[in-house]
């Protein structure tokens, strides 16, 4: 597998507080890397960095290739990384369809392999809920428009933010499922989530951060021979 994302050296800032120190990430294409911490370990943050809503104080994203670090957020996303916030960031008095809309554009090489109807394919839920305001929807169905929304800017990588954060159970499983999809299909991603068993049928990688800092990094296996990682990085 190519190369997609190396990241080297990276501090990021909000006003003067440093929340990143010497973050140092790679993955292949095809991957799906897992970020873990409690929280206000900096997962978000770093999210954050990638996508360019951060100040960096230093340090290299290569993104393909190319150094994205210090670029604005709207040429990242050109680039090729798609961002899924935790809050969902749902234009409420937007319908459905207007929600898509927003998010559709082809790829950084020009591919329009994700279209409304393959997103309704992955979501069937959708297709039904087209005219609907999207402030009217649950947290699921929002959660279904966010990722889909994101789809359809045909990314090279995709930052998932604790996409099952207060979803119920039935909920959290079909969106499993879902983006179990997308990893058999070969889409990157990287997910920050809480939900260990929803988290551990996705990724291939994981890497532990703690107080802005990457303590633990490698397979879930090697992190499982690790319980003192669990301990002390993850456990509440």
Do not use: C
């Amino acid at each position: 597998m190519s190369d997609l994302l190396d990241v080297a050296g990276l501090n990021a800032a909000y006003g003067a507080s440093q929340v990143l120190h010497d973050i140092a990430l790679r993955m292949s294409a095809g991957e799906v890397i897992l970020l873990l911490g409690r929280n206000g370990a900096g997962k978000t943050t770093l999210m954050k960095a990638l996508m360019g809503l951060v100040s960096l104080r230093g340090g290299s994203i290569r993104l393909n290739g190319t150094d994205i670090a210090g670029k604005q957020s709207y040429e990242i996303a050109r680039l090729g990384i798609g961002l899924v916030p935790e809050d969902r960031r749902m234009f409420a008095h937007l319908t459905v369809a207007e929600n898509l809309q927003l998010g559709a554009k082809p790829g950084a090489d020009g591919r329009t392999g994700w279209n409304f109807e393959r997103v309704f394919q992955l979501f069937p839920d959708l297709r039904n809920l087209q005219g609907r305001k999207a402030g009217n929807l649950s947290g699921g169905q929002q959660q279904m428009v966010a990722v889909a929304r994101t789809l359809l800017g045909n990314p090279d990588l995709v930052l998932l933010d604790e996409p099952g954060e207060g979803l119920a159970p039935v909920i959290v499983e079909q969106m499993a499922n879902q983006l179990g999809v997308l990893r058999r299909e070969g889409l990157s991603m990287i997910i920050s989530e809480q939900n260990l068993s929803f988290a551990r049928k996705l990724a291939d990688r994981a890497y532990i951060l703690e107080s802005g800092y990457i303590r633990h990094s490698g397979t879930l296996a090697e992190l499982d021979a690790n319980p003192d990682a669990w301990t002390r990085y993850i456990a509440f």
